[in-house]
């Protein structure tokens, strides 16, 4: 079963050589190909890891040995369920792509194929020194498809992305270095590093928790260091929005489970992180509030949902963290359908801007009904993958902090409430409904089903991927 993990990483990569050869028009089908075949073996791994138990399926091979640097893939029961949401998204994606992504359709979809792969080895890497190498091609890529593809302001928004990335990835590979430095047997395999994590001096500890914290703060996005989100959403293509929410802010949050698990001292300080998420999810909810463009409200939203799903982890209870990683996988999935939504409201009426928007249900009823379902997924209606994530976390950190572990719930009742409203005035408010200058695709109208029925079956289904996590 080793073959499982390399060909789920580097198949996107290897698509990739075939765009040079092939027609421009041509180079989406050998993207959206790549990820329906790892689609399918991603379903493949899930199944069998779950089945036989974790960390069942490993795959190593020796490259700088002498300083603990192998090529080392692993598939535990955390990286199962962020291998399973970015599989999800990154064929949704690919889906809608040509509907979206009108120039330069090569370098898209070579940019499209390096993240896929990027992001799904990071996820995977059994060492640090993959999980770096993976989140660096990753966000250079992200940055290009933002640059090139993006809206008006995109070399701002683009510039912007790149410094806070630039930040965040120097953080977290001076962390990297001092956890290497400070082990007893000096490697970078993450199981083994864990292992040793007791033998790791405090101040070294310490030293490493403030570093990784910075990088996964930026990342998640937290407040004070999410202010590049909306910017980069606002502008980025629409396929660029639903892997940048729904895969890439995960980084952040699978990074701050392994720092749990590579640093004891993280314990220690996990109810300050705890505060700090919860108020990044009510500050970010108060802001959104104010938003007229509707990326950027969808934007805002990321920000809230991640800080609920932090919470879950930094409470380091076992419902708080299957919460947590339930969340993000929800959160995933949901937000792109948003994200599509968004797309597709813009290329049918040239704009995002609420004001602007009306009676959206007379003539596009698919992108209202959309639009409302994510909404209920949102904010956890029963029966969607929203509510299980939100459910646990917060029994989870009600068993931890007491009243204030449920707090930031009152976050999700007004980004609720609000995206309600929004919802009735863009969609269903028909007194002055506008005409559409064209109507989406079969694509977006399948790509929408499919993140549908995810958030569905994972609503009703949870043992499918939470099994692992036993009380």
């Given at each position: ?40 073996i ?15 399926l ?79 091609i ?28 630039i ?48 990088a ?71 802001v ?8 950027r ?54 704009t ?23 909404v ?84 009703i289904a ?10």
């Amino acid at each position: 079963m080793l073959w499982f993990l390399p060909i789920i990483v580097f198949l996107p990569f290897v698509f990739a050589i075939p765009l040079f050869f092939i027609p421009e028009k041509q180079s989406f089908l050998v993207s959206t190909g790549s990820s329906l075949i790892v689609l399918a073996i991603v379903f493949g791994a899930a199944w069998f890891g779950l089945s036989q138990g974790f960390p069942l399926l490993s795959f190593q091979q020796g490259y700088i040995q002498n300083l603990g640097i192998n090529l080392d893939l692993e598939l535990t029961r955390y990286s199962n369920i962020f291998m399973v949401m970015s599989a999800i998204v990154l064929f949704a994606s690919a889906l809608v792509a040509g509907s979206f992504i009108k120039e330069s359709q090569r370098i898209y979809n070579l940019l499209f194929l390096l993240t896929a792969g990027a992001t799904l080895g990071v996820f995977l890497a059994g060492n640090l020194f993959l999980f770096y190498l993976f989140w660096e091609i990753s966000e250079v890529a992200m940055f290009f498809i933002i640059y090139i593809f993006g809206g008006y302001d995109r070399r701002y928004a683009a510039i912007k992305f790149l410094i806070y990335s630039i930040v965040a990835s120097l953080f977290l590979l001076l962390g990297i270095l001092v956890i290497y430095s400070g082990l007893p047997t000096q490697t970078f395999n993450i199981a083994s590093v864990i292992s040793q994590s007791s033998s790791l001096p405090q101040a070294t500890q310490l030293l490493a928790l403030l570093l990784l914290s910075v990088a996964f703060l930026i990342k998640i996005p937290s407040f004070p260091f999410h202010n590049w989100l909306p910017d980069a959403h606002t502008e980025a293509p629409t396929t660029g929005s639903m892997i940048l929410a729904g895969i890439l802010l995960k980084f952040g949050g699978y990074g701050l489970i392994l720092m749990f698990l590579m640093l004891p001292i993280a314990s220690t300080y996990a109810l300050p992180l705890a505060a700090l998420f919860g108020f990044s999810a009510l500050y970010s909810a108060m802001v959104a509030i104010r938003q007229e463009h509707l990326k950027r409200l969808i934007a805002y939203t990321s920000i809230v949902d991640m800080g609920i799903a932090s919470l879950g982890i930094a409470s380091q209870s076992t419902f708080g963290i299957a919460g947590g990683l339930y969340s993000m996988l929800s959160h995933g999935i949901i937000i792109s359908l948003l994200f599509l939504v968004a797309g597709a409201l813009d290329e049918a009426y040239g704009t995002m801007l609420i004001a602007r928007l009306k009676g959206v249900v007379k003539n596009i009823p698919m992108l209202a009904y959309g639009f409302v379902f994510g909404v209920f997924a949102l904010v956890g209606i029963p029966l969607t993958s929203g509510f299980i994530g939100d459910l646990l976390v917060f029994i989870g950190a009600f068993g931890v902090y007491s009243v204030g572990g449920i707090v930031p719930l009152a976050a999700i009742l007004i980004i609720g409430a609000f995206m309600f409203f929004v919802a009735e005035r863009v969609f269903f408010s028909t007194s002055k409904a506008i005409e559409p200058f064209t109507n989406p695709g079969n694509d977006i109208k399948v790509s929408m089903v499919f993140l549908s029925a995810a958030t569905v079956i994972l609503g009703i289904a949870p043992f499918l991927l939470l099994s692992p996590f036993a009380v």
